[in-house]
């Protein structure tokens, strides 16, 4: 059997047989029910082990489902996810050099909207301003997401506004935890990083073509995980809700706040996304220092505006910024 027909046997099959969870099913008659041999059951169930799903078998050869890997496998996410639009096709891999590279590839070769690239491992993950996102194997989420909004290119920063809206829910849903937005888009556990977005546009002057939302998230590192230099101002999910976290589980309840807040930007602007990224605000009425490149502007936070720009209170006045990185002392 080739590989990809062999997979896709694999997926009906896992499909069948986690339904009744320890339940022992026949190979032979698991064989007609998927029009295929004996043989080829056996390998689907090999193949699926390899995957990292526990499947038991008894003296008779049956063989029962255990229970599925915390793994971004594209079955696991697609398992229960009731999104309509976002990760209805995905692309995850093992490790790559930045799911945003790929997914920047794949919208250039115009892959559907809601495309979700993800990766186990980055070796070349990309932060904000050139940085980099560390991002270890099997402990974080890195994924990107490819939109087709048809908005004009000043519009664009509020997608990354929702995007933290949707994120900072996302954790909110685990534990009472002190979660904050520090704008543009980074999300804090008790003033720690815990999560980042990188968008990234290509517009004509008048039209967005897509737009890639990358997003980071250290999900089940512990103190000690993190390297020296990041440990004082990191943290995951894990160590604010003071559990290990299912990530298949956190990216599906992501997804679904993602698209809900997408479709919400898409009809009403950021109205809806603004008032609760004002909620979980680090900034608000702070007195900080924005760098702009060389220069430094200081100023109040008033608000975000509906482009999604910071709105600070200035010597010079009232001003708007679409960029730069916030410092509140
Ligand atoms: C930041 O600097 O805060 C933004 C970090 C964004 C990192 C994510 S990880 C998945 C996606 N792919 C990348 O290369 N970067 C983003």
């Known amino acids: 059997m080739n590989p990809p027909v062999l997979e896709s046997l694999a997926d009906k099959l896992l499909e069948k047989i986690r339904q009744r969870p320890e339940q022992y099913f026949d190979p032979v008659k698991l064989s007609e029910n998927l029009k295929t041999t004996e043989k080829n059951i056996i390998a689907a169930i090999s193949l699926l082990r390899s995957w990292g799903y526990s499947i038991k078998a008894d003296k008779e050869g049956r063989y029962a489902f255990v229970a599925a890997p915390d793994s971004f496998l594209s079955a696991e996410i697609l398992h229960g996810l009731d999104t309509r639009l976002i990760a209805r096709k995905i692309y995850s891999f093992q490790t790559i050099q930045s799911t945003n590279a790929i997914a920047c590839q794949l919208a250039s070769a115009k892959a559907s909207e809601g495309t979700l690239v993800i990766a186990e491992h980055q070796t070349r993950g990309r932060g904000r301003l050139g ?20 908005i004009h290119p000043t519009l664009a920063p509020g997608i990354s506004i929702m995007t933290a809206v949707a994120l900072a829910d996302t954790i909110a849903s685990y534990d009472d935890m002190e979660i904050k937005i520090k704008w543009p888009n980074d999300i804090l556990i008790s003033r720690l990083k815990v999560a980042g977005i990188l968008t990234e546009l ?23 995980d993190f390297p020296a230099e990041l440990r004082e101002f990191a943290t995951s999910v894990r160590i604010g809700a003071k559990e290990k976290i299912r990530r298949v589980e ?12 997408y479709i919400l930007f898409k009809k009403l602007g950021l109205r809806e996304a603004r008032k609760k990224f004002l909620k979980y605000s680090f900034l608000h009425n702070q007195e900080v220092k924005l760098k ?7 100023g109040a936070v008033l608000d975000i505006d509906e482009f999604g720009r910071l709105v600070l209170d200035t010597r010079d006045g009232i001003m708007s910024f679409n960029s730069g990185e ?4």
């Open 250 to 261: 956190f990216l599906q309840i992501f997804l679904k706040n993602f698209e809900k807040e």
């Open 202 to 224: 290509s517009a004509e002057i008048d039209r967005v073509e897509y737009v890639i939302v990358g997003v980071g998230v250290n999900i089940n590192q512990k103190r000690a």
């Open 326 to 329: 916030v410092t509140t002392h």
């Open 292 to 298: 702009m490149g060389r220069k430094l502007i200081i």
């Open 131 to 150: 940085r980099q996102w560390y991002s270890p194997k099997n402990v974080g989420l890195y994924c990107s997401i490819i939109l087709n909004p048809k």
